[in-house]
């Protein structure tokens, strides 16, 4: 299920890319950042004039268990003005973000909507960071027990939260490609 849902997520984001090109300036941007919920990342995005397409894969190193995300995300930009670059710093983001954790006890896996306002600096014309705040709205909040519990078991982390809506928040560094 996991190499099927990563494998498709690839297709539809190669699809967008390809289906724009054709009529705009094109950049690429290599990013990398933290935030919740993607985590520790890493990512490449394309800009389409005011528009960006993302795709990141992260981790949380510190945590025991394996995990693993990854997220597409759609960038319009809609505001202001930069003296290194065309692009608006301002912007709108939607995200859907998977998230994949195994345990000792479980499985889990999640499927979040990731809405953001967020604001790009640009300290060169090749790199700059961004911030971004906003909520994430759980999808799918899959858990499979792998082995039953024969005890009060804590240490566990839960990665979304008990609420349907959480903040979200997130840091970026990137840098053009070209």
């Known amino acids: 299920m996991k190499n099927s849902?990563?494998?498709s997520l690839v297709f539809c984001f190669l699809f967008i890319f390809?289906?724009?090109t054709?009529?705009?300036q094109q950049e690429f941007n290599l990013t990398g950042g933290t935030g919740s919920p993607e985590m520790i990342n890493v990512g490449l995005r394309m800009r389409v004039d005011q528009n960006q397409y993302g795709l990141a894969i992260g981790t949380n190193l510190a945590y025991k268990n394996d995990n693993m995300n990854v997220s597409g995300d759609y960038y319009y930009h809609f505001s202001g003005r930069s003296g290194h670059t065309s692009l608006r710093p301002w912007y709108i983001k939607s995200g859907l973000t998977y998230m994949h954790s195994e345990g000792d006890w479980e499985i889990r896996q999640n499927l979040l909507l990731v809405p953001r306002?967020?604001?790009e600096f640009n300290m060169t014309?090749?790199?700059g960071v961004a911030l971004e705040a906003g909520i994430m709205?759980?999808?799918m909040d899959k858990n499979t027990a792998k082995k039953e519990r024969t005890d009060a078991v804590s240490g566990?982390?839960?990665l979304?939260?008990?609420g349907f809506i959480q903040p979200s928040a997130g840091l970026k560094f990137f840098y053009t490609l070209y």
């Open 22 to 24: 054709s009529r705009a």
């Open 18 to 20: 390809y289906t724009n």
């Open 137 to 139: 709205l759980m999808l």
């Open 125 to 127: 014309p090749e790199f």
């Open 156 to 158: 566990d982390l839960d």
């Open 5 to 7: 849902f990563l494998t």
């Open 117 to 119: 306002l967020g604001r």
């Open 160 to 162: 979304i939260g008990s």
